[in-house]
């Protein structure tokens, strides 16, 4: 089932999830660094990389959307939208966790940073299980590839 949303049979939001996913997923392990090293630059670094993963990740949806509009099949469109459902949230999560990081908005966390780091994880969890939903909708229901003519 390809998708419209491609380029030269390759699907656009296949190539753009990579970066929410692995921005989102070091600024996790800078922030498990930070508390062994307490290294202030970590947490700029992990500033840097959250706001990077909200971009990365409204840039996938424009094309994830294009994707979902394309479904016709039921049982497929219901595991896309549990996909979607657990991708915004991250990303609200991960906008949360960001807000709360900067200067400003010290008083309201303590300056401590736990509980921002501690809303990342939970963002961690989302996209591990948004993840593995698009990877059921890929491989088990062949979202975004092309069929093969097996003449040959």
Known sequence: MSTKASISGHPI???LVAFPISLWTTSVAVDVFYYFM??????IISRFLLAAGCIGAIAAAVFGIIDWLGLQDREVKRVA????????AALVIFSISFYLRMQRNGHIVGHHLTI?????????????????????LVYKHGVGVQPRNNDG
């Open 81 to 88: 939208n549990w996909h979607a459902r657990l991708n915004i």
């Open 116 to 136: 921002p780091f501690l809303i990342s994880f939970v963002g961690l969890v989302l996209i591990g299980i948004s993840g593995w939903l698009g990877g059921e």
């Open 13 to 15: 939001h296949a190539m």
């Open 38 to 43: 307490r290294n202030s630059a970590l947490i």
